[in-house]
């Protein structure tokens, strides 16, 4: 699949692979602070932003289309971020062509499974049930938005994945694929748990945030160089909570 991207800079190609319900544009504010030094590109992973829909959405497909990403634009070792299902992506690329990378960080995410979480099965609720294109304009979804959640993090999700078409408000993220593959978003594939990648890489964790657990014990039977860095008052949003330590963590681990 051809991805939509954002590309920026110039230097060493880094790529890097926003979340569940997120967009490249998530990432501007860290793109335009590492512009100087990479080259920085960010796709719009399948069934999100401005990327096609699909209803296929598991990590052997996004995989697929990262390898189609990167030798479309002809990339050599280029170094990959990747955040939350961005994160497991990545890893799983890693596993499967380690000869591609040069360096990789993984943010706030574990190569394990984790159950779907209350958050994202209730915006798989919302966004499956109501019709953006029932509403006269951004402004009457966005209350009916607010009256569903009271939590403002989860009504920004659901607010940046608002698309004006000539033909009514849609969402940007496909409901029904990523309602059907839910369980693999969160599951880690049981045919990959044998393989190894022995590169440097470093995993970020929020402080706050509970989905790298046991002080990252569970990362070194498939990456057994991996290296763990805390961010201090952050949760799982490091990019939004954290700019600033997250970017000279960054800094620090590619120079």
């Known amino acids: 699949m051809r991805l939509y991207y954002r590309e920026e800079g110039e230097g060493q190609p880094l790529i890097i692979l926003h979340g569940l319900w997120g967009a490249s544009d998530n990432w501007l504010p860290i793109m335009h602070r590492l512009k100087d030094r990479f080259r920085v590109i960010i796709p719009d992973m399948r069934n999100h932003g401005q990327s096609p829909h699909h209803p296929q959405h598991n990590y052997p497909a996004l995989c697929g289309d990262l390898l189609e990403l990167i030798q479309k634009l002809g990339l050599t070792k280029p170094h990959l971020i990747g955040h939350s299902m961005g994160g497991k992506t990545a890893m799983f690329f890693l596993l499967q062509y380690p000869e591609y990378i040069s360096k990789a960080i993984i943010i706030d995410i574990a190569p394990i499974a984790y159950m779907p979480s209350l958050e994202h099965l209730n915006i798989l609720t919302y966004i499956t049930s109501v019709n953006p294109g029932t509403f006269a304009n951004r402004n009457a979804l966005q209350a009916d ?111």
């Open 145 to 255: 938005i607010r009256k569903h959640f009271g939590d403002t993090a989860t009504q920004q999700i659901l607010f940046k994945n608002i698309r004006k078409t000539i033909k009514g408000l849609k969402w940007k993220i496909n409901p029904e694929a990523l309602q059907q593959n839910i369980n693999e978003v969160c599951h880690w594939p049981a045919d990959i748990t044998d393989k190894i990648y022995p590169g440097p890489i470093l995993f970020i964790k929020g402080e706050k945030s509970a989905y790298i657990p046991n002080e990252g014990e569970c990362l070194k039977k498939q990456f057994p160089a991996a290296r763990v860095e805390i961010i201090p008052q952050a949760g799982h949003a490091i990019h939004n909570e954290q700019p600033e330590i997250l970017l000279k963590t960054i800094h620090a681990f590619l120079a």
